[in-house]
């Protein structure tokens, strides 16, 4: 339904052939696999191996502690990444920002393969790590929307299907980072992984990274952002995005809800199992790796789903479900059963959340004009990841260590749930015209 707002300022000529969209796509999905595999990555050395490369002058805990805030240093920096290349990819084109993002991602996961450690460099080595990882969250911050608007400017059908396509690789990115550091320890020892055996993920990424970016510089520029108008709005774009705010605060309330939800999941209450409960790690690390390759499964699935019989209703329902599921997941966590706990994030993050990851590419593209596309999801999905991404876990954390029970935590995932529906409902799609029986008929016909 309503998939007609990425065509309307669309000359019949400029619409590309087949071929060229199947392009586009293969472009923006293995592009974006390929640097969320860079950026997860990242987490995993942070957990293994950073705090005795990098941090070994400290006290263990305080070294894992510093490990982690340099995690978090990514998402602080997604929102200045998000605005500049928003900024940037309104005004001169999708491609050559959605180049650089992956461009300045494999560069910045390289150097950390290659930078000496604290026995090396001193204070120096933990300093540039956090400096290289600011890098990389420049360049996430500015991957998913363009990779998103790449894809789907090029076709005119079956958008919701493409648009959960590229949501899916994000999942792929996230299983790739994982195996890699599950192959590397399988094969060495823990002296060999933390001398050396660590970086080869890393360097790794540089392959990954020329196979994007032949791809990327094959696609032609999106026939949407050629065809608009060079006018002083899309050099303002910014500007524009928030001079009428509410669907960029309807962004906001979506993805903080979800995000809060997804990293209260995969983050704490993993951690919690393994921590508190007593849980192995490699159960922790089984249940994510099948909620995100059942999550990459379904993504496509609910995109084309979404398209046909609503994405506003079918991201609302996520989202309730993801708050309705938050008192069930701590009582199963607290059953001791690891096969009941892998099934629970399973359902919880590879069908109810994928539900929304699924629908969101064509559905954020429709609440924005052309001109100013880039710019409101940007700016929209990266404030929402330093809110409901970056902050929710610490919050949890704190939250159980005063109150020793889950139960506020629970109560986080709840709030953040609603709030994320009351995002979904306020927004408005810019094409939608005024609902009466005519015209959902004649979506549904056009669908």
């Known amino acids: 339904m309503h998939t007609h707002a990425l065509t309307e300022h669309v000359h019949p000529m400029t619409q590309p052939r087949t071929d060229r969209g199947g392009l586009a796509l293969a472009a923006a999905a293995t592009g974006t696999a390929f640097e969320w595999y860079d950026f997860f990555l ?17 006290d263990p ?76 969250g420049l360049a996430a911050g500015g991957e998913w929307p363009g990779a998103v608007l790449i894809a789907l400017e090029h076709a005119p059908h079956r958008r919701g299907l493409r648009g959960g396509i590229v949501a899916a690789s994000l ?20 002296k060999a992984l933390v001398a050396w055996g660590w970086r080869v993920p890393f360097l790794a990424s540089i392959l990954l990274v020329v196979v994007g970016l032949v791809l990327r510089r094959r696609v ?30 309807a962004v906001v309330l979506v993805r903080t809800g979800q995000n809060a939800c997804f990293y209260t999941i995969t983050v704490f209450c993993l951690g919690y199992a393994t921590a508190v409960l007593g849980f192995s790690a490699q159960a922790s690390l089984t249940a994510l790796l099948i909620a995100a390759a059942l999550a990459a499964v379904m993504c ?17 329902c996520s989202l309730g479900g993801l708050g309705l599921l938050a008192v069930p997941l701590f009582l199963i966590l607290d059953g001791g059963s690891a096969a009941a706990i892998v099934g629970v994030v399973a359902v919880t993050i ?15 593209a429709g609440l924005f004009p052309a001109r100013r596309r880039y710019s409101g999801i940007s700016v929209g ?32 995932m709840m709030v953040a749930a609603a709030l994320g529906v009351v995002g979904a409902v306020i927004a408005r799609p810019v094409d939608r015209p005024a609902a009466t029986p005519e015209s959902e008929k004649d979506d549904r016909i056009r669908a």
């Open 220 to 249: 032609a520029e999106s026939p949407e952002f050629l065809a608009g108008d060079a006018d002083l709005e899309r050099r303002r774009p910014l500007r524009e995005a928030f001079s009428a705010p509410r669907n960029v605060i």
């Open 300 to 316: 496509p699935v609910w995109g084309a789903l979404g398209e046909r019989i609503g994405m506003t209703a079918l991201t609302a």
């Open 350 to 364: 590879g069908i109810v959340n994928a539900a929304a990851d699924g629908v969101q590419p064509l559905w954020f």
């Open 381 to 412: 999905r990266e404030i929402a990841g330093v809110i409901g991404g970056g902050l929710t876990p610490l919050a949890a954390t704190a939250l159980v260590a005063s109150t020793g029970h889950w139960w506020p935590v629970a109560v986080i």
């Open 61 to 136: 805990l305080i070294g894992i502690l510093l490990s982690f805030a340099t995690f978090a240093t990514g998402f602080i920096a997604r929102p200045l990444g998000g605005l500049l290349a928003g900024s940037l990819g309104d005004r001169f084109g999708r491609r050559p920002v959605l180049t650089a993002t992956l461009l300045v991602m494999g560069l910045a996961t390289v150097c950390i393969g290659l930078l000496p450690g604290y026995a090396q460099l001193g204070v120096l080595a933990p300093m540039a790590l956090v400096a290289l990882r600011f890098v990389q």
């Open 171 to 190: 999942y792929v990115g996230l299983i790739l980072g994982n195996l890699a550091f599950v192959v590397t320890v399988a094969l060495l020892d823990e």
């Open 42 to 58: 990242y987490g995993t050395a942070a957990a293994l191996v950073f705090p005795v490369v990098f941090f070994p002058a400290q």
